[in-house]
């Protein structure tokens, strides 16, 4: 059973088999109970069961910062996002809750999903929602997403106290069981099906249960337990019966509540008692499918101040943009509520970028793609910038 109100213990109580976290979220308002985080599109999403919150945090990530934007929901769980960025959220409740994009402060859910006992884990997979319900034990599949309310299916698999699930590769689906000693990690292979029976069983390091689970962009699967609070990894390819290895000790009780994998390989660790988020640097594996053709910087900036200098009409203020990703070899960022004005050709101005977290200033973005009435620019000549120990070009920068 979870709990609330726990103490804020400080980070010093945290102990690593690989490197200490990079990074450690407290939040202000402080958080009472972390149950989930996620990266997504450059900005942290942190379920606060405590608060009965969703918050959002733009990047760069600092300990202290207040939430850009929060969403009530009683007793949130794991996040899911689709394809077209709305937001579904699980609960420690009945329900699970679809927040349509643009998400804004304070708005309600878009869908209400209920009939549940536990809804605690959202997974979307091939455009169809799995909800993971632990207290009955049941696993639905809504096909396709909802997009409005609809009754509660039939559960397309029964199998012990599903607390979170993840697929893989293969449309294999892994389970994280809580309450389930002995049977913490379990497989079912594709198609999942009622009836069927795990065709793989995991043992955990922790003689405690299973409480969240994720793969990273290798297959490897991540696997967060409470009491102990350790994180274990097990390696693809996953073997029959393999035993996790443990990569994080968090030395707190009833502790690991989330554990997510970013983009960028980088590990979210929800701590539930000691009202934190964690990241974790360097330990697993991104999720982009392959690797741009020119080696990547060390330091690729979560967020840019595009402050155009030469532009075909008015020039807009400077605006920041937030990573999307390495795509090819460019690179995706967002520029939140900018729209290129119509008749302006893509390529009628240069602009300045200026990184924030203290990197070298860069100039000379002149070669990139961007559409009409787009917000998100394309930095096409991205090779051309690995040319010092930075990463970044050393071109004095534009004046705004």
């Not at 207290?135 to 309310?149: C, K, M």
């Not at 840019?304 to 020039?315: C, D, K, P, V």
């Not at 400077?318 to 050709?345: D, F, R, T």
């Not at 961007?370 to 004095?396: D, K, L, M």
Request: charged share 10%; proline share 8%.
């Amino acid at each position: 059973m979870l709990l609330t109100g726990a103490a804020i213990r400080p980070a010093s109580a945290l102990t690593t088999v690989n490197p200490t976290p990079n990074l450690t979220l407290t939040g202000t308002p402080a958080l009472i109970g972390v149950t989930y985080a996620l990266v997504h599109n450059g900005d942290h999403w942190v379920s606060d069961y405590g608060a009965n919150l969703v918050n959002e945090y733009a990047a760069p990530f600092t300990a202290n910062e207040a939430p850009t934007l929060s969403v009530t929901v009683g007793r949130p769980a794991q996040l899911a996002f689709d394809t077209a960025g709305n937001l579904w959220v699980g609960s420690y409740t009945n329900g699970a809750y679809e927040f349509d994009s643009p998400i804004t402060n304070g708005m309600s859910p878009s869908v209400t999903l209920t009939g549940f006992d536990e809804a605690t884990g959202v997974v979307l997979h091939q455009g169809n929602l799995w909800v993971f319900d632990w207290e009955a034990g049941n696993v639905y599949e809504f096909s396709p997403e909802p997009t409005t309310f609809v009754a509660t299916p039939a559960p397309v698999l029964s199998a012990g106290t599903p607390i979170e699930g993840v697929f893989d590769s293969s449309n294999n689906l892994w389970i994280a069981n809580y309450a389930a000693s002995g049977n913490e990690v379990t497989e079912y292979s594709s198609p999942i099906h009622l009836g069927e029976s795990p065709s793989n069983t995991l043992s955990l390091t922790s003689p405690d249960v299973a409480t969240t689970i994720a793969m990273d962009g290798a297959g490897n699967l991540w696997v967060g337990t409470e009491g102990t609070g350790l994180v274990d990894e097990f390696t693809a390819p996953i073997s029959i019966g393999e035993s996790g290895v443990a990569k994080i000790t968090v030395s707190s009780f009833d502790s690991i509540w989330g554990v997510s994998v970013d983009s960028m390989g980088n590990i979210w660790v929800g701590d539930y008692v000691d009202n934190l988020v964690y990241e974790f640097s360097g330990l697993a594996q991104g999720s982009s499918p392959s690797s741009p053709p020119s080696p990547l910087p060390p330091v690729i900036p979560t967020t840019l101040t595009f402050a155009f200098s030469s532009f075909s009409g008015t020039a807009p203020a400077p605006i920041v943009g937030k990573l999307v990703g390495v795509e090819g070899a460019g690179i995706l960022y967002n520029l939140p509520g900018y729209q290129q004005a119509g008749g302006v050709s893509p390529y009628a101005y240069s602009f300045c970028s200026i990184a924030s977290q203290g990197l070298i200033q860069v100039s000379g973005f002149s070669d990139y793609q961007a559409g009409f009435n787009s917000s998100e620019i394309f930095v096409s000549n991205y090779a051309s910038f690995v040319s010092n120990a930075q990463g970044w070009p050393t071109e004095p920068a534009c004046t705004s």
